[in-house]
């Protein structure tokens, strides 16, 4: 049975903001076929109540002083920007309807 | 080739001596990997100028007798994954074009403030996914032992120039095998210490939970002397360990009596794992035997999940740390696109590698709605239970030895058309990842004429053991001093 | 337009995002500095270098606490941030980091202002769900004189910036309700000092899911959400204008689809932003960089020790303790600024009442001819307290006082040195005073004659003679005891 779709990729590569050429799109379904085929194998495992792990080491919450740093020189907050006027970066304008949080 | 370099305990004696200078050293360092470049294409940049100046003032401080540590006006490389203030960073990707780093990573801080020289950055595949060094935007490094094979990877540009002689030492990351399997297939030594002990920050992100700096060196010692440079408590890095790092030097005592090395039954069999390279790592296991250690079997009945579990979480968390590569705060960006949508899925598809693209697309596949807890959640679980065989490992042992990788330098291209058989060899390297505990990979012999290495893993926070029987072995063999041909 | 459905019921439920008062960011050391150039108050955290990672302020979380405790919520001991996945030219991680399975702190409510049966004041308890703690995103700045007509200009000052989402129940039932609702939001917030909670500056936003249904039912109708409403007003109107909207799809048999709106006051009327689809997949995951933020209980407990008086407590204070009335209490904690500038200058004066009466109508009006906030006024509580004394003292009159208000107020001063300077110090020299009282009675033979056929109250109008002749600065009590004595002869 096939586990994911071309849609699927698709959908995935726009969540991703990545276009596939057809040949990519095509190559990606067999490759997610394939390696979602060898991560079913988790699937056999019992983890009910298992905690996950997100960090491997547990440490105390480390937190810091609210004390400002000096701030960036504004030049070199853009320096490395391909496009910026005065001191903000440029980009294209949203012509489509784009997800905002 | 030329003479190669030796190795930091012997430049010290012979700066402290004065028989060289720190200016010689660094100049031979850069002779050597521009000469290097053709055949092995270890470095995608030299900083020439900068290194020879640095040499310079180290000259001037030994003059003053004002010797910053062991380290002062010795070379290193660092792999091209960590920044530096003034020098570019481009982790071997399109992305990154130009990017110049207002910053200094607390690791590469730390060799400044020793006085090591950083004489350039090593290739390595893209953004460190990769077990090869093929997935890089210069063109792939090549092992110096046999220039038609990987140097494995990722940091495979740090292991082939310390392999080759041309530097002494050099820093990489390993967020699942990446200093441990190339320094397996080059024949030098790769730590990767316990995760939070070398600061992540200034490190270019792949899979957060995972990553960690580490070394490569040409003996355990010298591995010793780099880790102590670069590892402590970092406040910018939340998942530094708070406690300052243990003088790892001290621990070297060349002694194994009452030591106790357990074996993972899972990883002493011969599925899975070439004759030749299991034959080598049972006589160094001998070996330590020999020399004091007592050997036991252990299991880790999960470990044959940890490849699973490791590309289930290692690529989630990579396709959430590489979406700020959006072409619009730096880097690459593409030409023309109408429209804000455009210029991102251009951009990053022009940007990006097609392993880096493959882990995106899986990693946004396992977080997405639907199959977050089929595939995340799922494999975070897994993560305990692996974390577990380990604690319950370590109750009984005080280091376990593995094979580093089940196979001897693979051949270039051998892999890059079967993702997944590449997954698979780092079968032995991701679960001390997963763990976030320390391990080493030493030279412990010789299959096919390409050199092995052995695996010693220590429990959280004890990097000392795994470097103390390092050094032990090479105390009682010589497969470290060996030197690919062409190299004296 | 109706505030309320008419046929339908009417249900809402707020997110109200809040900037934190720190002076750095919550997960950069970057400084916060309002209305700066673009990209004068970011460091390499904020810019999402490669390499960079989040570390947490502590005073942020302090913050937070205090103001999950003050809506009587309850705060976790352990929380997760976790990271908010989408693309956007003002998030510059390409992620969030905001908090999801496991926020701060859940439950809670805030009670606002009602009419209960009969018209009497009464309260309403809105519950909440949650309280969590994000950063904010930059700004994305459309001027088509800098950046031309098809780009836009990012700027990354306000990105990190520390907030706390408050997500309510669905337990607002007007436009009104949730205007008010917003208020008692905000003055918790600022007598906590947690925020400053000004809308104008966007410290204070807020989106407004709005849906409705039948009377009498307990589902919910599909709702829509305001966004990014900046003003009490535009709240209120924007909110009746939604409602009008989904009642007309309703009456006319349609269906309301699911989606995010903008209101423009311009023309009243709600408009669609885009319709909410599946696309919508955030990912959220526990952020790898930031490990559980853990609270021992004692840390929360000393918080909530600390916690300051809120409105309310204050307001029940000043007329338990001082006698007031209610209204006048509830307008002198109006905001922390009038509550505490109230509440030292009656310490120092010492009869809250009077101080009262001077605040709620001179200074209050003075604030508003000037157009200014108590908090941008020089004038200090002590000034205050001593001119009313000045007065009671006798020293100087009622009159030339209320005239200097404005001034203190406008920009500051000592009273005492400004009414010796104007020349305002009350007459008291019996024999200016007997002089002016004997001028005045020459000049109304008839009102002296009425005051002797028995008509006693002439006494007030030959008193404002008096005053209006000494330019208001007689001591009123000397004028009186002179004007009965030679009355009475
Ligand atoms: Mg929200
Ligand atoms: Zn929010």
């Given at each position: 049975?096939?586990?994911?779709?071309?849609?699927?990729?698709?959908?995935?590569?726009?969540?991703?903001?990545?276009s596939?050429?057809?040949?990519?799109?095509?190559r990606?379904?067999?490759?997610?076929?394939?390696?979602?085929?060898?991560?079913?194998?988790?699937?056999?495992?019992d983890?009910?109540g298992?905690?996950?792990?997100?960090?491997?080491?547990?440490?105390?919450?480390?937190t810091?002083?609210?004390?400002?740093?000096?701030?960036?020189?504004p030049?070199?907050?853009?320096?490395?920007?391909?496009?910026a006027?005065?001191?903000?970066f440029?980009?294209?304008?949203?012509?489509?309807?784009?997800?905002e949080? | 080739?030329?003479?190669?370099?030796?190795?930091?305990?012997?430049?010290?004696?012979?700066?402290d001596?004065?028989?060289?200078s720190?200016?010689?050293?660094?100049?031979?360092?850069?002779?050597r990997?521009?000469?290097?470049?053709?055949?092995?294409?270890?470095?995608?940049?030299?900083?020439?100028?900068?290194?020879?100046?640095?040499?310079?003032?180290?000259?001037?401080?030994?003059e003053?007798?004002?010797?910053?540590?062991?380290?002062?006006?010795?070379?290193?490389?660092?792999?091209?994954?960590?920044?530096?203030?003034?020098?570019?960073?481009?982790?071997?990707?399109?992305?990154?074009?130009?990017?110049?780093?207002?910053?200094?990573?607390?690791?590469?801080?730390?060799?400044?403030?020793?006085?090591?020289?950083?004489?350039?950055?090593t290739?390595?595949?893209?953004?460190?996914?990769?077990?090869?060094?093929?997935?890089s935007?210069?063109?792939?490094?090549?092992?110096p032992?046999?220039?038609?094979?990987?140097?494995?990877?990722?940091?495979?540009?740090?292991?082939?120039?310390?392999?080759?002689?041309?530097?002494?030492?050099?820093?990489?990351?390993?967020?699942?095998?990446?200093?441990?399997?190339?320094?397996?297939?080059?024949?030098?030594?790769?730590?990767?210490?316990?995760?939070?002990?070398?600061?992540?920050?200034?490190?270019?992100?792949?899979a957060?939970?995972?990553?960690?700096i580490?070394?490569?060196?040409?003996?355990?010692?010298?591995?010793?002397?780099?880790?102590?440079?670069?590892?402590g408590?970092?406040?910018?890095?939340?998942?530094?360990?708070?406690?300052?790092?243990?003088?790892?030097?001290a621990?070297?005592?060349?002694?194994?009596?009452?030591?106790r090395?357990?074996?993972?039954?899972?990883?002493?069999?011969?599925?899975?794992?070439d004759?030749?390279?299991?034959?080598?790592?049972?006589?160094?296991?001998?070996?330590?035997?020999?020399a004091?250690?007592k050997?036991?079997?252990?299991?880790?009945?999960?470990?044959?999940?940890a490849?699973?579990?490791?590309?289930?979480?290692?690529?989630?968390?990579?396709?959430?740390n590489?979406a700020?590569?959006d072409?619009?705060?730096y880097?690459?960006?593409?030409?023309?696109a109408?429209?804000?949508?455009?210029?991102?899925?251009?951009?990053?598809?022009?940007?990006?590698?097609?392993?880096?693209?493959?882990?995106?697309?899986?990693?946004?596949?396992f977080?997405?709605?639907?199959?977050?807890?089929?595939?995340?959640?799922?494999?975070?679980?897994?993560?305990?239970?692996?974390?577990?065989?380990?604690e319950?490992?370590f109750?009984?042992?005080?280091?376990?030895?593995?094979?580093?990788?089940?196979?001897?330098?693979?051949?270039?291209?051998e892999?890059?058309?079967?993702?997944?058989?590449?997954?698979?060899s780092?079968?032995?390297?991701?679960?001390?990842?997963?763990a976030?505990?320390p391990?080493?990979?030493?030279?412990c012999?010789?299959?096919?004429?390409?050199?092995?290495?052995?695996?010693?893993?220590?429990?959280?926070?004890?990097?000392?053991?795994?470097?103390?029987i390092a050094?032990?072995?090479?105390?009682?063999?010589?497969?470290?001093?060996?030197?690919?041909?062409?190299?004296? | 337009?109706?505030?309320?459905?008419?046929?339908?019921?009417?249900?809402?439920?707020?997110?109200?995002?809040?900037?934190?008062?720190?002076?750095?960011?919550?997960?950069?050391?970057?400084?916060?500095?309002?209305?700066?150039?673009?990209?004068?108050?970011?460091?390499p955290v904020?810019?999402?270098?490669?390499?960079v990672?989040?570390?947490?302020?502590?005073?942020?979380?302090?913050?937070?606490?205090r103001?999950?405790?003050?809506?009587?919520?309850?705060?976790?001991?352990?929380?997760?941030?976790?990271?908010?996945?989408?693309?956007?030219?003002?998030?510059?991680?390409?992620?969030?980091?905001?908090?999801?399975?496991?926020?701060?702190?859940?439950?809670?409510?805030?009670?606002?202002?009602?009419?209960?049966?009969?018209?009497?004041?009464?309260?309403?308890?809105?519950?909440?769900?949650?309280?969590?703690m994000?950063?904010?995103?930059?700004?994305?700045?459309?001027?088509d004189?800098?950046?031309?007509a098809?780009?836009t200009?990012?700027?990354?000052?306000?990105?990190?910036?520390?907030?706390?989402?408050?997500?309510?129940?669905?337990?607002?039932?007007?436009?009104?309700?949730?205007?008010?609702?917003?208020?008692?939001?905000?003055s918790?917030?600022?007598?906590?000092?947690?925020?400053?909670?000004?809308?104008?500056?966007?410290?204070?936003r807020?989106?407004?899911?709005?849906?409705?249904?039948?009377?009498?039912?307990?589902?919910?109708?599909?709702?829509?959400?305001l966004?990014?409403?900046?003003?009490f007003?535009?709240?209120?109107?924007?909110?009746?204008?939604?409602?009008?909207?989904?009642?007309?799809?309703?009456?006319?048999?349609?269906a309301?689809?699911?989606c995010?709106?903008?209101?423009?006051?311009?023309?009243?009327r709600?408009?669609?932003?885009?319709?909410?689809?599946?696309?919508?997949d955030?990912?959220?995951f526990?952020?790898?960089?930031?490990?559980?933020?853990?609270?021992?209980?004692?840390?929360?407990?000393r918080?909530?020790?600390?916690?300051?008086e809120?409105?309310?407590?204050?307001?029940?204070?000043?007329?338990?303790?001082?006698?007031?009335?209610?209204?006048?209490?509830?307008?002198?904690?109006?905001?922390?600024?009038?509550?505490?500038?109230?509440?030292?200058?009656?310490?120092?004066?010492?009869?809250?009442?009077?101080?009262?009466n001077?605040?709620?109508?001179?200074?209050?009006?003075?604030?508003?001819?000037?157009?200014?906030?108590?908090?941008?006024?020089?004038?200090?509580?002590?000034?205050?307290a001593?001119?009313i004394?000045?007065?009671?003292?006798?020293?100087?009159t009622?009159?030339?006082?209320?005239?200097l208000?404005?001034?203190?107020?406008?920009s500051?001063?000592?009273?005492?040195?400004?009414?010796?300077e104007?020349?305002?110090?009350?007459?008291?020299?019996?024999?200016?005073?007997?002089?002016?009282?004997?001028?005045?009675?020459?000049?109304?033979p008839?009102?002296?004659?009425?005051?002797?056929?028995?008509?006693?109250?002439?006494?007030?109008?030959?008193?404002?003679?008096?005053?209006?002749?000494?330019?208001?600065?007689?001591?009123?009590?000397?004028?009186?005891?002179?004007?009965?004595r030679?009355?009475?002869?």
């Open positions: 049975m096939a586990r994911i779709s071309r849609a699927e990729v698709e959908r995935v590569a726009s969540l991703a903001r990545l596939l050429s057809d040949e990519e799109g095509d990606l379904v067999r490759e997610f076929e394939s390696f979602l085929g060898y991560i079913d194998t988790l699937q056999e495992i983890t009910a298992v905690v996950p792990t997100a960090h491997p080491i547990s440490l105390p919450t480390p810091r002083p609210d004390e400002p740093e000096v701030a960036m020189d030049d070199s907050a853009v320096a490395n920007a391909p496009e006027v005065a001191s903000a440029l980009v294209p304008k949203v012509i489509d309807t784009e997800a949080g | 080739m030329a003479e190669g370099i030796g190795t930091l305990r012997e430049l010290r004696a012979a700066l001596s004065r028989k060289t720190s200016v010689e050293i660094v100049g031979g360092c850069l002779r990997a521009e000469a290097s470049q053709q055949s092995l294409r270890a470095f995608v940049g030299l900083r020439a100028e900068a290194a020879l100046r640095e040499a310079e003032a180290s000259d001037a401080r030994r003053r007798g004002e010797v910053r540590s062991p380290l002062d006006g010795l070379p290193i490389a660092i792999k091209d994954n960590m920044v530096q203030t003034g020098e570019p960073t481009h982790c071997a990707s399109r992305i990154l074009e130009g990017f110049v780093s207002p910053y200094t990573a607390t690791a590469v801080a730390g060799l400044e403030r020793a006085g090591v020289v950083v004489i350039g950055r290739n390595m595949d893209e953004f460190a996914m990769g077990s090869s060094t093929e997935h935007v210069e063109g792939p490094t090549r092992n032992w046999d220039l038609d094979r990987t140097p494995g990877g990722s940091s495979g540009g740090s292991a082939a120039a310390v392999a080759a002689r041309i530097v002494p030492a050099a820093l990489g990351s390993d967020t699942g095998g990446s200093i441990r399997q190339p320094a397996s297939f080059c024949g030098v030594v790769g730590m990767k210490p316990t995760y939070g002990r070398v600061s992540r920050w200034g490190l270019v992100a792949f957060s939970s995972l990553d960690q580490g070394a490569f060196a040409l003996t355990a010692a010298d591995c010793a002397w780099v880790l102590e440079a670069i590892a408590h970092d406040a910018r890095d939340s998942t530094s360990i708070p406690e300052p790092a243990p003088a790892y030097s621990a070297l005592s060349g002694d194994l009596s009452g030591l090395l357990g074996l993972p039954k899972e990883y002493f069999v011969s599925e899975g794992v004759a030749g390279v299991l034959a080598v790592v049972r006589e160094a296991v001998a070996g330590l035997e020999r004091g250690a050997t036991l079997e252990v299991s880790l009945p999960y470990a044959r999940y490849i699973a579990t490791y590309y289930s979480i290692a690529n989630a968390e990579a396709s959430s590489l700020r590569f072409g619009v705060r880097g690459h960006r593409t030409a023309g109408k429209g804000l949508t455009e210029m991102y899925c251009r951009t990053r598809s022009e940007g990006f590698g097609a392993e880096v693209k493959r882990r995106i697309l899986l990693g946004t596949y977080l997405s709605a639907g199959y977050y807890d089929a595939y995340y959640r799922k494999a975070q679980q897994v993560r305990t239970l692996l974390r577990g065989d380990f319950q490992a109750a009984g042992c005080d280091a376990i030895v593995t094979p580093t990788s089940p196979e001897v330098a693979f051949r270039l291209g892999k890059t058309s079967d993702p997944l058989t590449m997954y698979l780092d079968i032995y390297t991701v679960s001390a990842n997963l976030g505990i391990a080493l990979s030493t030279p012999g010789f299959a096919h004429g390409l050199p092995v290495g052995l695996q010693i893993l220590g429990p959280a926070l004890d990097e000392a053991t795994p470097l103390r050094d032990a072995f090479q105390r009682i063999t010589d497969h470290h001093t060996a030197c690919p041909g062409g190299v004296s | 337009m109706s505030a309320s459905g008419g046929e339908f019921e009417v249900v809402i439920g707020l997110e109200v995002h809040a900037h934190l008062r720190t002076k750095s960011k919550l997960f950069s050391p970057a400084p916060i500095l309002y209305g700066a150039e673009p990209n004068h108050s970011v460091h904020c810019l999402a270098l490669p390499g990672l989040p570390v947490l302020n502590e005073h942020a979380v302090e913050l937070a606490i103001a999950a405790l003050a809506m009587n919520c309850e705060v976790h001991q352990r929380s997760i941030f976790a990271r908010k996945n989408y693309f956007y030219p003002d998030l510059p991680k390409g992620y969030q980091i905001s908090q999801y399975e496991e926020p701060l702190a859940t439950g809670g409510w805030v009670d606002i202002p009602t009419q209960g049966a009969g018209g009497a004041a009464s309260k309403k308890r809105v519950r909440l769900t949650r309280i969590h994000e950063e904010d995103a930059g700004k994305s700045i459309h001027d004189a800098i950046a031309g098809d780009a200009l990012v700027d990354l000052n306000r990105a990190g910036v520390p907030l706390i989402e408050i997500v309510s129940e669905p337990d607002i039932r007007s436009a009104e309700e949730a205007t008010d609702y917003l208020r008692a939001i905000r918790i917030l600022r007598f906590t000092d947690v925020s400053d909670a000004d809308m104008e500056k966007g410290h204070l807020c989106d407004v899911n709005v849906s409705l249904r039948p009377h009498g039912s307990d589902e919910y109708g599909t709702r829509t959400e966004k990014n409403l900046n003003s007003r535009f709240i209120e109107d924007a909110v009746r204008a939604e409602i009008e909207r989904q009642s007309e799809t309703l009456r006319a048999g349609g309301v689809r699911q995010t709106l903008a209101y423009d006051p311009q023309s009243g709600t408009s669609v932003l885009r319709i909410k689809e599946d696309a919508d955030y990912r959220y526990p952020d790898p960089d930031l490990i559980p933020m853990l609270l021992a209980p004692e840390q929360i407990e918080v909530r020790s600390e916690v300051p809120l409105a309310e407590q204050r307001a029940e204070r000043f007329q338990h303790e001082w006698g007031l009335s209610e209204q006048d209490a509830i307008q002198l904690t109006a905001s922390p600024a009038i509550a505490n500038f109230f509440q030292a200058a009656a310490d120092r004066h010492g009869a809250p009442q009077t101080v009262a001077w605040i709620l109508r001179d200074v209050m009006q003075a604030l508003k001819e000037l157009e200014m906030a108590l908090d941008d006024s020089p004038f200090s509580p002590e000034a205050l001593q001119l004394s000045m007065v009671d003292e006798g020293k100087t009622v009159k030339s006082a209320r005239g208000i404005a001034e203190l107020v406008e500051g001063g000592d009273p005492e040195s400004l009414i010796a104007r020349g305002l110090a009350a007459v008291s020299d019996a024999g200016v005073l007997e002089r002016a009282v004997a001028e005045v009675l020459a000049e109304n008839e009102n002296v004659e009425l005051f002797h056929s028995g008509e006693k109250k002439v006494v007030n109008f030959l008193m404002g003679q008096v005053m209006r002749k000494t330019q208001g600065k007689a001591d009123p009590a000397a004028v009186r005891e002179i004007l009965a030679e009355l009475g002869k």
